[in-house]
Nanobody
Framework: QVQLVESGGGLVQAGGSLRLSCAASITPVFINNMGWYRQAPGKQRELVATITSGGSTHYADSVKGRFTISRGNALNTVNLQMSSLKPEDTAVYYC??????????WGQGTQVTVSS
């Protein structure tokens, strides 16, 4: 059973920064890509950023230039550095891992709240 454990959420003022981390209980060689998604109240879950095993990244337009996704030294971890946060970034942030068989695994979610 693959588990994803997220950390780093919290409350921050607009303009501030937060760093999210996610660790997958799987050997890195079995990872296709990892990423972050978010879901605000009353809205559908949306992609924030992804990173492949080769290091290629993709960002939602709404976070480009403000968020940076990276892999940790352990290669089965993924980080999301969030800067210049806005109230509209408030959501539950979920870590997702896609394995080599293209199966999705999700973390339990971590709340990020940005106050104005």
């Amino acid at each position: 059973q693959v588990q994803l454990v997220e950390s780093g959420g919290g409350l921050v003022q607009a303009g501030g920064s937060l760093r999210l981390s996610c660790a997958a209980s799987i050997t890195p060689v079995f990872i296709n890509n990892m990423g972050w998604y978010r879901q605000a109240p009353g809205k559908q879950r949306e992609l924030v950023a992804t990173i492949t095993s080769g290091g290629s990244t993709h960002y939602a337009d709404s976070v480009k230039g403000r968020f940076t996704i990276s892999r940790g030294n352990a290669l089965n971890t993924v980080n999301l550095q969030m800067s210049s946060l806005k109230p509209e970034d408030t959501a539950v942030y979920y870590c997702k891992m896609v394995n080599r068989n293209f199966l999705d695994f999700w973390g339990q979610g971590t709340q990020v709240t940005v106050s104005s």
